[in-house]
């Protein structure tokens, strides 16, 4: 949901069904950007089943002005 009011904060809420036991799940963390996609860790209440929610992020238009921004890397644990 987007901002509305006079709130100093953003106010999220969603609802999401567990893959496992389909209970619906009132959820107000925010997605973290990872890779391209926005991802969140989900906990259901009643079964305990945790899962990821993902939305993937539309491509924008790019830099009309300046430059691009760098590309995006992810740095795994050598071992």
């Not at 006079?6 to 997605?31: G, M």
Request: charged share 30%; proline share 6%.
């Amino acid at each position: 949901m987007t901002q509305k009011g006079a709130h100093t904060w953003d106010i999220v809420i969603e609802y999401q069904c567990c893959p496992k036991c389909k209970f619906i799940i009132e959820n107000r963390q925010k997605y973290t950007y990872q890779m391209g996609k926005y991802q969140k860790e989900v906990r259901c209440n009643r079964c305990r089943h945790c899962f990821i929610a993902t939305k993937v992020r539309k491509p924008s238009i790019g830099p009309l002005i300046g430059d691009s921004q760098p590309i995006e890397t992810e740095w795994g644990d050598p071992r």
